[in-house]
């Protein structure tokens, strides 16, 4: 391990992400579950940008806010799956000190940008069920860009503060972290400065920056489910139902894993959470979104078909 002392101690230079190592006789097999899974959330939501750009059709709010959101799935996906297939592959456990900042950085700016563009979706969705005859003058493309900029840089402005306070920690060991990609709260315990300071300041921003856009989402489906319930038509309940159900139970469980690991304490119990939580809402999210936003939905199912039909000609 390269190191230097510093005042008496050994600086760390790199990192020893455990990931899931006390399982090690399942490394190939878990290599190559996590492989398809990152497979199939690339080609999925590659496939809906590309439907999306190609289909005039398409060329709408909603559409360019899944654009978004397919673009930001395939960024956090591959921030975090090509290291750990590394590692799952090679056995190579050893990851640098700036490549882990990177990592963090990266990973802490698309995940908050997410938070907020579901909320820009939520909000789309509810103009468009509940305030139906205003939507096309309110959700313009300008506004939706504007809307999905803004997730974008809201997501990268506010991690930047947390990341370059980790950065100016010292890190003297030991250099062993216990989970497969490198996260805040791993690299806090991990740091010999004191991070009660930074601890706070992570909390303040889960709430500001994660808690407050799932609330507006909730917001958002509540009057989209109130509205829903007054529809005459069984049918048509049933129909609008289906699919704001399917987003909902997405966005829960984004939400519900990211608080489990960022804002409620940290007891022994929810330590032991965290690793797989994390599974849910940097792996598993990824995977799922494409499907339950965009390849159900019956727009990008006839894109599908027309471009199927026009290449098999």
């Not at 990824?286 to 727009?299: G, I």
Request: charged share 10%.
């Amino acid at each position: 391990m390269e190191h230097r002392r510093d005042n008496n101690q050994t600086v760390i230079k790199e990192f020893i992400l455990l990931g899931f190592g006390d399982i090690s006789e399942f490394q190939i097999l878990l290599f190559l579950v996590f492989l398809v899974i990152y497979l199939v959330t690339m080609l999925g939501n590659v496939l809906i940008i590309v439907l999306t750009v190609t289909d005039y059709h398409l060329h709408t709010p909603m559409y360019l806010f899944l654009i978004n959101l397919s673009c930001l799935e395939i960024c956090y996906i591959s921030t975090i799956s090509p290291r750990m297939l590394d590692s799952f592959l090679t056995g190579n456990q050893l990851m640098q000190l700036n490549s882990c900042f990177t990592q963090l950085y990266f990973f802490g700016g698309l995940a908050t940008a997410e938070c907020y563009l579901l909320s820009a979706m939520s909000y789309d969705r509810y103009l468009a069920v509940c305030k139906p005859l205003h939507y096309v003058t309110i959700m313009n493309m300008k506004t939706c860009l504007q809307l999905a900029g803004c997730s974008w840089i809201i997501g990268f402005l506010v991690n930047s503060m947390p990341t370059y306070l980790i950065k100016q920690l010292v890190f003297c060991g030991p250099n062993v972290i216990d989970h497969f990609f490198c996260d805040f709260t791993p690299l806090l315990q991990v740091s010999c400065s004191n991070t009660m300071k930074i601890q706070l300041l992570i909390f303040i921003l889960s709430v500001l920056f994660g808690l407050l856009p799932f609330l507006l989402t909730l917001v958002s489906y509540g009057y989209i489910v109130k509205t829903i319930l007054r529809i005459p038509s069984t049918v048509g309940r049933k129909k609008t139902f289906s699919t704001c159900s399917s987003h909902l139970t997405v966005v829960s469980l984004f939400y519900g894993t990211i608080v489990i690991v960022y804002v409620l304490p940290k007891t022994k119990t929810l330590r032991d959470l965290n690793k797989i939580c994390s599974v849910f809402y940097t792996i598993l999210i990824p995977l799922v979104n494409p499907f339950v936003y965009s390849l159900r939905n019956k727009d990008i199912k006839q894109a599908l078909r027309k471009a199927i039909n026009h290449f098999s000609v």
